[in-house]
């Protein structure tokens, strides 16, 4: 079992990302005679009918990543709105069901395994989540996620088309809501109960429907997984191995971050000297098409999908630049290693100011970031500018192990689980320190490992941070493999704290100094900085603030 804190998926061709921004808040002038505190409820709810309606038609045009997307927003900005959950939480459902309608991996596992592997696999994941999730299980109720899940299946066209014969389809819709009912009356009070239901019910679709009973445990396999909460999940062999990609730092690919916006597939980041940057791919180019095949409205899910291939072999793609101008180019796969840290170099030169971005926290973040220290350090440094914005975050000993490099006493992050193994306080070394002042610059995309980094930090007031209120996610997960499957299971374990013990969840980490407009960080060689961006801008203006006689810039040892 590995454990991860990453929050925001992000994708490298083995990863994905979308980000949406919400409509303006609606203006409202009201009389003089109402309350503050009626202006406060009404403008409340203009925003969030605003939020729910714009939700509304993301659902309508079927482009469940961007809803995801939006409703998860609006959830951090109104934590515990009923009604934005239960959006959240459809759509999510519709959205895994298309992620895995469009993974190569999970319909051949569909195909060839067997009903009582299924089973076995299915009461394999429900042991997991007993043994290791951080909430004691409600048996019944992971029961009734799995209907539910079901029943989006079958009212999914293209599942119906896959497993529905069609003599049967039109007892499809109001199957599940019968399956519902029956399975109320049994009492699932544990494991074996749970798997004994999952099996009823794949028995009796198999007679009423025709549909094959192991795409029905399937179905409640997800329906166990992916309802716990935002983070825990299935993963399908492919996304398995995405994973293990994302925290080894290399995968097999192009070496690009794609992101669907307004049903545009853009290139968002180019890996340096990966197969994508030497032919000649740029951020803010557009995919057309793929072998052949017209992007259109294709979620980058399923373009990720077919970027994918074995090395060595080639994808002819057509490819947009910012003005329109369309050429056609193939790239042949290979491996790319995928640094964590990048943009290192002096910012300003005369005040000794370094500079570089955490992008991820990986197995090879610790030995990037000495390499870039030292560096650095030979250039000059006195004063030093990390910019974890856009950072999902990764594995937590990463983000321990980089606080610790400029934390030289105290807690840096405690997790606390359900069991006893995941409870464990992280405590600063006494070897091994840059003691230069330090400036971190945080966005609300920084998040879970970034998080861990950044309040160790404030809370030890080892430096200042800039920005804006980070994500706010403060969970750990477990990634588990499931035994004969190739597939596993990511788990919410533990949930960390900061070092003053308080939760990062819908909290995150204030900045000292707020800059509410956050452009994008600079792109490519040294970092500079710009007009454009006024979060590293202020970060500038903060270091060079900072105590005018700096100790000298070395690490102890």
């Not at 925290?247 to 990966?274: A, H, M, W, Y």
Request: glycine letters at 8%.
């Amino acid at each position: 079992m590995r454990r991860v804190t990453t929050g925001l998926a992000r994708v490298l061709i083995f990863a994905w990302a979308v980000v949406l921004a919400l409509p303006a808040s609606a203006q409202t002038i009201l009389p003089p005679a109402i309350s503050p505190s009626t202006i406060a409820i009404s403008t409340r709810t203009r925003e969030l009918d605003d939020l729910l309606h714009s939700g509304r038609q993301l659902e309508l045009e079927r482009r469940w990543a961007d809803a995801l997307s939006h409703y998860e927003e609006g959830l951090r900005r109104y934590p515990g709105e009923i009604l934005l959950q239960r959006r959240y939480d459809s759509s999510r459902l519709h959205y895994d069901l298309q992620r895995r309608a469009n993974d190569r991996s999970f319909r051949e596992s569909l195909g060839r395994m067997p009903f009582d592997q299924a089973l076995d696999l299915y009461a394999q994941v429900l042991l997991m989540i007993e043994a290791n999730y951080v909430d004691a299980p409600n048996w019944q109720d992971l029961v009734e996620r799995g209907t539910n899940d079901l029943e989006v299946a079958l009212g999914d066209r293209a599942f119906v088309e896959r497993n529905v014969p069609l003599a049967h389809r039109a007892q499809a819709a109001p199957f599940a809501p019968q399956l519902r009912s029956i399975l109320g009356t049994r009492a699932v009070g544990n494991r074996q109960e749970a798997r004994e239901a999952a099996a009823f019910a794949a028995a009796l679709a198999a007679e009423r429907l025709g549909i094959p009973p192991t795409a029905v445990v399937l179905e409640y396999l997800c329906g166990a997984t992916n309802s716990l909460d935002q983070y825990s999940a299935f993963l399908t062999p492919d996304q398995l191995n995405e994973v293990y990609s994302q925290i080894d730092g290399n995968f097999v690919g192009l070496g690009v971050e794609l992101k669907t916006q307004n049903n545009i597939l853009r290139i968002v980041r180019v890996i340096p000297g990966s197969p994508a940057e030497e032919a000649g791919i740029r951020e803010g180019d557009r995919i057309a098409a793929i072998d052949g095949k017209s992007v259109g409205s294709m979620s980058t899910d399923l373009a990720a999908n077919l970027l994918q291939g074995e090395e060595g072999s080639l994808v002819h793609l057509v490819v947009a630049a910012a003005d329109g101008r369309e050429r056609q180019t193939s790239i042949r796969r290979r491996r790319v290693e995928v640094p964590s840290i990048d943009q290192i170099g002096m910012i300003d030169r005369e005040r000794g100011i370094g500079y570089f971005r955490i992008t991820s926290f990986q197995k090879t973040t610790l030995r990037e970031l000495d390499a870039a220290l030292w560096k650095l350090h030979r250039e000059g440094m006195q004063r030093l500018i990390i910019d974890v914005r856009n950072n999902p975050g990764g594995l937590l000993p990463a983000a321990v192990d980089v606080s610790d490099r400029f934390v030289e006493r105290g807690v840096i992050v405690t997790t606390r689980g359900r069991s006893a193994q995941e409870d464990a306080t992280y405590v600063a070394r006494e070897t091994n320190k840059w003691r230069i002042p330090l400036v971190v610059i945080v966005d609300q995309d920084s998040a879970s490992a970034a998080e861990i980094f950044s309040g160790a930090i404030h809370d030890l007031k080892r430096g200042t941070i800039v920005g804006v209120r980070s994500y706010g996610k403060g969970s750990v997960q477990g990634i588990f493999q499931l035994n004969g499957a190739g597939a596993g299971i990511r788990l919410t374990t533990a949930k960390f704290y900061s070092p003053n013990g308080k939760p990062y969840s819908h909290v995150g980490v204030e900045p000292d100094f707020e800059v509410r407009q956050a452009a994008k960080p600079i792109e490519g060689g040294v970092a500079v900085p710009t007009q454009s961006d006024r979060m590293l801008d202020a970060a500038l203006e903060v270091a060079r603030g900072a105590n005018a006689a700096p100790r000298q810039a070395r690490s102890s040892r």
